[in-house]
């Protein structure tokens, strides 16, 4: 079920941001890709499940309110909130005109005077405005319950900030409710596998994590293929009858990237000031003819590329990101809990379509084609929803053969034969020790014959976590090869049983949950050989 409504400000309100560098105010309103203002869906949720714990409990009504707002420590709750926005096509050229802004004081309370420093300024949104927003609701929500429900969110009077001084009186109204189609006796097939290449499309921002250190939060700029696929087993258990067996055990998905752009390889090394027509160069480590730090016969200084995102000119992909802070609310006195701050970093990814590959049944990818899916984290406020579709693919890595393989390996070095392990995604280690980890690797993989060449190497250790959406658990921390690595090995010759290894390890990927996404590889890329 899909609860529209609508919101409209009797009053002027402000959303609560703090100042920017830039514009001298203390609080500023929050505004969205569009530079339109908007409130965020997280406060919304938070003053709708107060209301309806109030009046539960003032009725006796007994509404189930751990079931459909999640219990605290749950990932998944049992509805989700949109923001609350407005029509971009009608104030998009005059968006400037929505806000204005004023300033404030502080009174003391024993002299009655103005508090000394308590002077500031706040920008607010112009009453009369009207914002829409929408709550989807994924357990059935009928009869009492659902006119109880109503009721509580038409009761809502006030939201945003510094509603002490006057500001944020609303009126809510429901405008509409849409029943889902009933899927669940719905059967679907988990048989017929193929390949397809799957297309994201934000509709929402993203919150992709990276990093959860305390409570920041920190995204990534691509989509785990765990991530993509956590999502997918979560809506088809929920809404279809299906074999979850089969299902978790064939389900592979790789990990999404921007349209057109690829992982770099780990051993590419740029120039830290310009030195070449005012630009920055780029070389490749790994190849002998850059193994001196020379540009034109004069020295210059090199650093780490990384192991970015880039695009066919090896330009960096950038998607803009900003910070948002949260804090958790005492019921009781009505104050911020102690500890509860949350700084979350959020992927502005609207309107950027990512892809890759998944490997599902016809029937699945019939049915969830052009379908809204979650992903990500605080999915239930208002980030992570996406459009996805599929398409059939054959596309196959390029075979490997004594062609390419001798191609690269002359660029290396002449005294032997060489040739890589290029890692497209990140490579979870069956192993804690890392020490000699190309010497592991190469025993792990059954190729007894060829030599690490550590000098040639070029890796980056970190720890991936993970979570498992049927049995609602945290995955262990485990050490992988971070994306863009590059092990190097070298061999006497490339004979024929050799190549056939290497393709084995191309097509099978290296390492444990490749059905994530884990341990794509690469015999000898030739974007080695293309670095620009």
């Known amino acids: 079920m899909i609860i529209k409504y609508s919101v409209v400000l009797e009053t002027p309100a402000m959303t609560g941001k703090d100042g920017v560098i830039g514009k001298d105010l203390d609080l500023i309103t929050k505004l969205d890709n569009d530079g339109l203002p908007y409130f965020s869906a997280s406060q919304i949720k938070g ?26 420590g749950e990932i998944e709750s049992g509805m989700r909130f949109s923001p609350l926005t407005i029509d ?22 024993a002299s009655k005077t103005t508090a000394e420093g308590s002077l500031f300024s706040y920008e607010f949104i112009r009453k009369g405005l009207e914002f829409n927003g929408e709550i989807e609701i994924f357990y059935p929500l009928e009869g009492e319950n659902l006119k109880f429900f109503k009721a509580c969110l038409e009761r809502i009077d006030a939201i945003g900030g510094l509603k002490s001084r006057g500001l944020g009186k609303v009126k809510f109204k429901v405008l509409d409710c849409i029943e889902n189609k009933n899927n669940s006796k719905k059967i ?8 397809y290449t799957y297309t994201l499309k934000p509709l929402e921002n993203l919150i992709l994590k990276n990093q959860e250190i305390g409570n920041e939060i920190t995204t990534n700029n691509y989509i785990h293929g765990g991530t993509l696929r956590g999502a997918i087993i979560s809506l088809l258990d929920r809404e279809f009858s299906i074999d979850t067996e ?11 990237l921007p349209k057109n752009h690829f992982v770099a390889s780990a051993s590419i090394f740029q120039s830290k000031y310009p030195v ?40 960096k992909l950038i998607i803009n990101k900003q910070s948002e802070i949260n804090i958790a609310i005492d019921t009781e006195t009505k104050t911020s809990e102690e500890g509860k701050l949350f700084n979350k970093e959020i992927l502005l990814a609207k309107d950027i379509e990512f892809s ?17 899916i979650y992903i990500g984290k605080n999915k239930s406020k208002g980030f992570g929803k996406c459009l996805i579709t599929f398409e059939p693919t054959n596309a196959k890595k390029e075979k490997v053969d004594s062609n390419k393989l001798e191609k690269l390996s002359k660029e290396i070095g002449t ?30 993989l059954g190729l007894e014959s060829v030599v690490w060449e550590e000098s040639k190497s070029f890796i980056n250790i970190i720890s991936i976590g993970g979570y498992n959406q049927l049995n609602k658990i945290r995955k262990s921390t485990e050490f992988a090869i971070a994306k863009g690595g590059v ?11 050799l190549i056939e290894r290497l393709n084995s390890i191309q097509e099978k990927g290296i390492g444990s949950r490749k059905n994530e996404g884990f341990g794509d590889v690469e015999i000898s890329s030739k974007n080695h050989l293309e670095v620009k």
């Not at 040739?419 to 592991?440: A, C, E, H, Q, R």
């Open 356 to 372: 890759g590959k998944i490997v599902l049944s016809e029937d699945i990818a019939k049915t969830l084609s052009n379908r809204h």
């Open 88 to 109: 971009s096509k009608e104030f998009l050229e005059y968006k400037e005109f929505l806000t204005d802004d004023r300033s404030g004081i502080r009174i003391d309370k």
């Open 276 to 315: 070449k027509n005012g630009k920055v160069v780029r070389v490749n480590k790994l190849l002998s003819k850059n193994s001196e730090d020379k540009v034109d016969g004069k020295e210059v200084k090199f650093e780490r590329y990384g192991s970015p995102v880039v695009n066919a000119h090896f330009e």
């Open 188 to 195: 679907l097939n988990t048989s017929n596998l193929k390949e």
């Open 415 to 444: 005294d032997k034969k060489y040739f890589t392990i290029d890692f497209n995604s990140d490579m979870i280690l069956p192993f804690i020790d890392t020490v000699s980890i190309g010497d592991k690797i190469k025993e792990l």
């Open 487 to 497: 092990l190097t090995f070298s061999t006497t010759e490339f004979t024929n049983d």
């Open 47 to 72: 003053i709708l499940k107060e209301k309806v714990a109030l009046f539960s409990n003032a009725l006796n009504f007994g509404f189930p309110i751990n079931k459909y707002f999640g219990e605290e």
């Open 246 to 256: 089969a299902l978790v055990k064939n389900l592979k998905v790789s990990q999404g």
